[in-house]
């Protein structure tokens, strides 16, 4: 992928962290571990470099200590740049920015920075969303219409619980986007936002200040609603594989969604890899006795069980006699031996003694915090 | 340009053909052959300089390096990409009176010695990248630093048997070298050199000056360098080690040296957070085991698709084997595919190959009745099997069958 010095990536790293209160507790929503080596922001940030975006800027607003030590300087997305590169954006980075309470002041607070890219189109994202998607062609279709915002969206058929998480577009024949609805009390087919958008700088630049003077702060609400037929506002349509993340419930169906060997070919594509930080583990390990189906598997894992239907994350160890099933176990979680384990989701670091039987369900899995012992 | 001075510089000498692995070493050194499901041989002695606190090295290349120089690029995934020192690779170049490749292992480091004096090192220590091992080289110096040494050899106590495939060291009950022998037919001791070398680096400099100046010498450490310090009664000791050490020099031993990762009585131990192997790490997503998957006793790595059946097995990144394929005591490198209905059994399958459906690689020892005709099978890289084909023990493909 050739350079796009004319796109400045900018990421929200913690819209929508009050959705998963457990897993955002000690983290960002970017932070959050996904997929058995990944953290949620891996996939915005990929999509970004794999589009030729090589300046990111990541928003960040609390708890970000783990997403700092995640980023680094942005190497492992070839993202530490002399000309361009990562560039963290904390509250209380500018003069004019302080905790911020929507995307429209946040990006105020950083406007010194965006002023100071050489992009004439900027891409915003957040993190609550899986996908493969290449915003190369977002902007290019956003430059094809002459929108003055170009919003992604998928089509999906949502319950009456995921949707008060989610901003629904009304689209009219033309993919004019005529209608938007913010958390709206509705079932069934719609046309779900990914909280992606394009926009010129010079566009982003009106608005933030305009917003900024008549203390405006959330984008959603005084832009994308209430201006819905003064602004030109595109929709983009995402056909391929996606997961929006907005409950501990579908955060669990992520994960699982990723042991469909369909679904892992649209999102992890040959030619636009997901990066993550590299850990140096060896190669997973599987003991005699080891019984694995239907898994994903980290590298650094030992073995010596049953394990079925199952994301593994970097680290983990399951122990002899051990059976472990439709569970999530993140980086170095430790399963003693004979456990029997069902519809669990362990953090980090969780130890678990020999001969435990822990059991969650299907709609509502059972949550292990940060270094739990068991 | 300001150098830092290091009080020790690595030399790894990382330019052998590896004649005997035969078509795995076709196109790429020795050093850069995979190993242990995600690692390169030469990320031994690269992790083990890191974690012995050794930050300069300098890679000797010279048989087809572009993998090699590929692989080590800045250094960073050994967190050798430093301003002062790290790794550099120090192929052969033309200077003013002409161009020469290397002749030997010593006129390797005599080539470089400009290198080396970048720094002003009290010391040197000499690599090779053809072994697979885990020691930490800064106890060795003070070793060195301890016993007042102008050389000093790291050994392994071989069995008799053994020792006459090495150079065997003679020494004293304090440690001190008497005697050297490259390869003998009647072995004296049975304190073989692992090809680890630490040198007063003024010493060593001053050897292979003179050397080089002797126009009937073969410009060799084992050969020269070795026994001239020892015949001018140069302080030379034997550095006694007793892990796990394998020179992967051959097929037999590239082969075992990784099913003896999965011999929980074997000490060579991947795991141990205190002593990290690096490598560059592919990117690609965790592997999946799939639900007609059977697997035990084996290691897998990042990218691989697992359907079919696999037992005492090391599988490298990105390796796909499909539901009724079955391998068994094997190591399948990088981006392989071994097709549904394939069998391989005692078999090395190089990097990027396709076993087609229902072929035979390989077989188990038991099943060849003249036990001389029978080892392992080794498919060489960018390799295609077609189906039902069938590759006999011992047997070595190296094109398209």
Known sequence: MSSNRNILGLIFSNMHDSTIPDLTKERTMGSVLFGGRYRLIDFPLSNMVNSGIDEVGVITKSNYQSLLDHLGSGREWDLSRKIGGLHLLPPFSHVQSGMYRGRLEALYGVWDFIKTSPADYVVLSDCDVVASIDFAKVVEAHIETGADITAVYAKDVLSSEQAQHATVFGINDDGRVVDVLLNPHISGACNLSLNMFVLSKEFLKNIVLEAASKSLYSFEQAILQGRTHEYKIMAYRHDGFFSKITSMESFYKANMSLLNTENRSKLFLENRPIYTKVRDNPPAKFGIGACVKNSLIGDGCIIEGTVENCVLFRGVKVGKGAVVKNAILMQDTNIGSKCDINYVITDKNVKISDMRLLTGSQNYPLYLGKGAVI | ?401
């Not at chain 2, 192929?91 to 490749?101: C, D, N």
């Not at chain 2, 060849?368 to 295609?384: P, Q, S």
Request: contains cysteine; charged residues 20%.
């Open chain 2, 1 to 401: 340009m300001y150098k830092t001075k290091k009080e020790c510089v690595a030399m790894l000498l990382a330019g052998g053909q590896g004649s005997r692995l035969y078509a795995l070493t076709h196109d790429m050194a020795k050093p850069a052959v995979p190993y242990g499901g995600k690692y390169r041989i030469i990320d031994f002695p690269l992790s083990n300089c890191v974690n012995s606190g050794i930050d300069t090295v300098g890679v000797l290349t010279q048989y087809q390096p572009l993998v090699l120089h590929d692989y080590i690029g800045n250094g960073q995934p050994w967190d050798l990409d430093k301003l002062n020192g790290g790794v550099h690779c120090l192929p052969p170049y033309q200077t003013a009176l002409g161009a020469e490749w290397y002749k030997g292992t010593a006129n390797a480091i005599y080539q470089n010695i400009a290198f080396v004096d970048r720094y002003d090192p009290e010391y040197v220590i000499i690599l090779s990248g053809d072994h697979i091992y885990k020691m930490d080289y800064n106890e060795m110096l003070e070793f060195h630093k301890k016993k007042n040494a102008d050389a000093t050899i790291a050994v392994l106590d071989v069995s008799l048997e053994e020792a006459s495939r090495f150079g065997i060291m003679t020494a004293d009950e304090n440690g001190f070298i008497t005697e050297f022998e490259e390869k003998p037919k009647q072995p004296k001791s049975t304190l073989a050199s692992m090809g680890i070398y630490i040198f007063t680096w003024k010493k060593l400099k001053q050897y292979l000056i003179d050397n080089e100046n002797d126009e009937n010498a073969s410009k060799d450490f084992g050969k020269n360098i070795i026994p001239d310090m020892l015949a001018n009664k140069e302080v030379m000791v034997a550095y006694p080690f007793d892990g796990y050490w394998k020179d992967v020099g051959t097929l037999d031993s590239l082969w075992e040296a990784n099913m003896d990762l999965l011999n929980p009585n074997i000490p060579i131990d991947l795991y141990d957070p205190e002593w990290k192997m690096y490598s560059q790490n592919p990117v690609m997503p965790p592997q999946y085991i799939g639900s007609d998957a059977v697997i035990e006793n084996s290691m897998v790595t990042d990218g691989c698709v697992i359907n079919g059946t696999v037992d005492f097995s090391v599988i490298y990144e990105g390796v796909t084997i499909e539901a009724g394929a079955t391998v068994t005591d094997s190591i399948i490198m990088p981006g392989s595919v071994i097709k549904s209905g394939a069998i391989v059994e005692y078999a090395i399958v190089g990097e990027n190959c396709v076993v087609g459906s229902g072929a035979q690689i390989g077989a188990r020892p038991e099943t060849v009745e003249n036990r001389d005709d029978w080892g392992i099978a080794v498919i060489g890289h960018n390799i295609t099997i077609s189906e039902n084909a069938k590759v006999l023990p011992k047997q070595i493909i190296s094109e398209n069958m």
